[in-house]
């Protein structure tokens, strides 16, 4: 065995080797240094020779220093001294004038750009959205990742069958499931054809009375319009709760809510949340 390398005085960074100690790393020895800042740290001397050590610790420090550093809309001010799963918080003020901490990580990757402020900044329009819905989008070729060529129409992996769907003042519609992609293809033009006519009563037949589809039992009544209360049965969503359809219905006070149809048949759901709290508040 080659007898240790003496590096008394070298310098390998900002450390410099002052003298070995009795303590053994991996079976290297461990030098005592001293830093440029005036700090002493033991480091093994392998690790001095290799470059992976070059200081106390402080050089990483002043790496991940972000005081001061723009990232979107907020400014870094102060490292707040908390730690998330090792990563530091930074204190940081928003454009908007607000204050909010955040992990180091979130900024320096661009996940985190604002205080929040950002999602709830409205969009601009397209000059073509009519109700929420985009005119030219209707018309337009399918996008790259489009597996079935008809804009509106995908293969559904799990079902191996074509789905068909179209988006309709902002919200998205599941047409149903369909064995062909004439059969999935004929249904979404038909509904791109009444988009601006009578979609919704064409969306709600569809989903009670799907084409070419048997189901077991009677299909549930069509309560399309209807009035429970202070809430009008908009259109049927794609959900079941207990076998019970889910219908999309709208408050006199303006509130969408989901609501199970045999809870407004019965009279156990009429009105939405916030309505039914303030009238428990009238009341007493």
């Not at 240094?33 to 700090?39: K, L, V, W, Y």
């Not at 900044?121 to 985009?134: E, F, H, N, Q, Y």
């Amino acid at each position: 065995m080659s007898a240790p390398v003496d590096i008394r005085g070298k310098v390998f960074g900002e450390l410099t080797a002052i003298e070995p100690t009795g303590l053994r790393r991996g079976g290297r020895i461990v030098w005592r240094c001293r830093c440029s800042c005036g700090a002493e740290v033991f480091v093994p001397a392998k690790e001095l020779r290799s470059g992976n050590t070059k200081s106390c610790g402080h050089l990483k420090k002043q790496t991940n220093d972000l005081t001061g550093q723009r990232f979107g809309k907020l400014v870094a001010e102060y490292d707040t001294g908390k730690r998330y799963q090792h990563n530091a918080v930074w204190h940081c003020k928003c454009d908007c004038g607000a204050e909010v901490d955040v992990i180091g990580r979130s900024l320096t990757s661009g996940n985190t750009r604002s205080c929040g402020c950002l999602n709830h900044a409205p969009r601009a329009a397209s000059p073509d959205v009519l109700d929420g819905t985009r005119a030219s989008a209707l018309n337009s070729k399918p996008p790259s990742n489009n597996t079935s060529g008809v804009r509106g129409v995908s293969w559904h992996k799990q079902k191996q069958d074509w789905e068909a769907y179209i988006k309709f003042k902002g919200q998205h519609f599941h047409l149903g499931h369909y064995d062909t992609l004439e059969e999935a293809r004929a249904v979404r033009e038909k509904a791109q054809s009444m988009i601006y006519g009578d979609f919704l009563s064409y969306y709600t037949e569809l989903a009670l009375y799907p084409p070419g589809k048997k189901k077991a039992g009677r299909p549930p009544a069509n309560i399309q319009g209807k009035r429970y209360g202070s809430l009008v049965a908009l259109y049927p969503t794609n959900r079941r709760v207990n076998t019970s359809l889910v219908w999309r219905c709208q408050c006199d006070c303006g509130n969408l809510i989901d609501v199970r149809q045999n809870h407004l048949q019965t009279g156990h759901t009429t009105c939405c949340p916030e309505c039914r709290l303030k009238d428990r508040k009238e009341r007493k």
